[in-house]
């Protein structure tokens, strides 16, 4: 089955404990993503790659990394997490510009 | 820069009536659209999309939009809603100018479409 596999699906941690999430996409594709959800301001996008090794910043970076070393695997990594992090998280793929986005089931981050 | 504004967070309506859900889009160059919906406790998945060519895009399951370039919208509407309607919806643009803005996705708010008996 074709799909963006996020882990975990759900985590709390504590403030400055460092964590990563892992996205996986079996489905070959060029653009990796990763947003937030916060109530009332819908996604916003973190980081995004094009393909190994190239990444670029979206509209809220800060406090996060990522890294593309492999076309199907794209981690999150929040170095020092802090509670204005806590947020539902997505990964999401795609073959190409214009093809929309696929993506995963989610992981919804405490930090306490 | 590119940015997106859903004009209504909150859309009530009965059931077989017809809904709009309003999406305005500001860019500096020419831009893909697209709606998605997000059911509870769910990912997002793709509900149409505009690329170029017809300005009306249709989806699966009853959905239209048309892009609307003079007047920068992207509404979405359906005639007749059901019950498995109710969900949240977001509108979203993309430039498809070259470089890295490929894969630049910007989302707007979201409007929660409520559609009861």
């Known amino acids: 089955e074709a799909q963006v596999t996020q882990n975990p699906r759900y985590l709390i941690t504590v403030t400055g404990k460092k964590l990563t999430v892992t996205c996986s996409q079996n489905?070959?594709?060029?653009?990796m993503s990763w947003y937030r959800q916060d109530p009332g301001l819908g996604l916003r996008q973190i980081y995004y790659?094009?393909?190994?090794?190239?990444?670029d910043k979206g509209d809220v970076p800060e406090g996060y990394k990522v890294s593309r070393k492999e076309k199907r695997n794209f981690p999150l990594i929040l170095e020092s997490p802090s509670p204005n992090q806590t947020s539902l998280y997505f990964c999401?793929?795609?073959?190409?510009?214009?093809?929309?986005?696929?993506f995963g089931s989610g992981t919804r981050l405490t930090v306490v | 820069a590119q940015s997106v504004t859903q004009l209504d967070s909150q859309v009530p309506v009965f059931e077989e009536a017809p809904v709009e859900l309003r999406c305005n889009y500001s860019?500096?160059?020419?831009?893909?659209l697209f709606w998605y919906v997000q059911y509870p406790n769910q990912g997002l998945q793709l509900l149409l999309k505009y690329l170029s060519g017809s300005t009306l895009v249709e989806s699966i399951n009853g959905f239209e939009a048309e892009f609307n370039k003079s007047q920068t919208s992207f509404h979405l509407r359906k005639p007749s809603v059901h019950i498995s309607d109710t969900a949240e919806y977001f509108c979203?643009?993309?430039?498809?100018?070259?470089?890295?803005?490929?894969?630049?996705?910007?989302f707007g708010q979201g409007t929660i479409l409520t559609v009861h008996p």
């Open positions: 999401a793929s795609s073959f190409a510009q214009g093809y929309g986005y696929t």
């Open positions: 489905m070959n594709h060029e653009y």
């Open positions: 860019s500096s160059v020419s831009v893909y």
């Open positions: 790659s094009m393909n190994v090794e190239v990444t």
């Open positions: 979203a643009v993309s430039s498809n100018a070259g470089g890295t803005s490929y894969g630049k996705l910007t």
